[in-house]
């Protein structure tokens, strides 16, 4: 099992531009995250979804925008980057198991906007 | 507002000396706590969760309700465990399956 993925690793974008994080899970989780991690402000809750189909904000959704077509898959959309959105992105998903399961991170990608 | 605090940005010990990493929580409820780890160039894992109540690699964390902390503990540091720690809990009782983090303590153990 490839657990999470993330594609791609690596971008660096200019203000204004737009691009599309793939997050990919093998383990049939039915939720999905993703965070923003900043330094000295730990990890953001951007978007979640708890089931294909569905989304759901999070802490810091603006400038962001998500899909969940697929189970596997939970697309971040930035469409005109901004500086501030200069980050590194994680992507998450954990079990429908509990009152509160144990997630799972994928690689991240770190993202420059110039 | 569920909240969780990490006051210490960074933290440096010696080889073998004791460690406590700090949280603290604010939460409405009986909280579910957990500690993650993120180790140089290696994605955020789980380290423990108070639930289970174990140890892992060395590391103990108890919850003490009554000071809402749920401080992270090794009594002999290795170098290995230079890392990110951040302390996390859930939410929100209506999206139990959201985690708030804190802002993470980088620990460095020195040689």
């Known amino acids: 099992n490839a657990g999470v993925t993330q594609t791609p690793k690596f971008r660096v974008l200019k203000t204004g531009q737009s691009m599309t994080l793939l997050c990919a899970q093998d383990?049939?989780?039915?939720?999905m995250y993703w965070y923003r991690q900043d330094p000295g402000m730990g990890l953001r809750l951007i978007h979640y979804?708890?089931?294909?189909?569905?989304?759901a904000k999070g802490e810091v959704p603006d400038g962001y925008n998500v899909s969940r077509l697929k189970k596997q898959n939970f697309l971040l959309g930035l469409e005109s980057a901004a500086p501030s959105q200069t980050s590194v992105y994680f992507c998450?998903?954990?079990?429908?198991?509990?009152?509160?399961?144990?997630?799972?991170f994928g690689p991240g990608t770190r993202l420059t906007v110039l | 507002a569920q909240r969780v605090t990490q006051p210490e940005k960074l933290l440096s010990v010696f080889k073998g000396a004791p460690v406590e990493l700090k949280c603290n929580y604010s939460?409405?409820?009986?909280?579910?706590l957990f500690w993650y780890v993120q180790y140089s160039r290696q994605r955020l894992q789980l380290l423990l969760r108070?639930?289970s109540r174990e140890s892992i690699k060395g590391f103990t964390a108890d919850l003490n309700k009554g000071e809402t902390s749920f401080h992270l503990k090794k009594p002999f540091a290795q170098e290995e465990d230079s890392a990110m720690y951040y302390c996390?809990?859930?939410?929100?009782?209506?999206?139990?399956?959201?985690?708030?983090f804190g802002s993470g303590t980088q620990l460095t153990v020195l040689p």
């Open positions: 998450a998903s954990s079990n429908f198991a509990g009152v509160v399961s144990r997630q799972f």
């Open positions: 108070h639930i």
């Open positions: 979804s708890v089931g294909e189909g569905t989304t």
């Open positions: 996390a809990l859930p939410a929100g009782s209506g999206s139990a399956r959201q985690l708030t």
């Open positions: 939460y409405s409820g009986s909280p579910e």
């Open positions: 383990m049939n989780h039915e939720y």
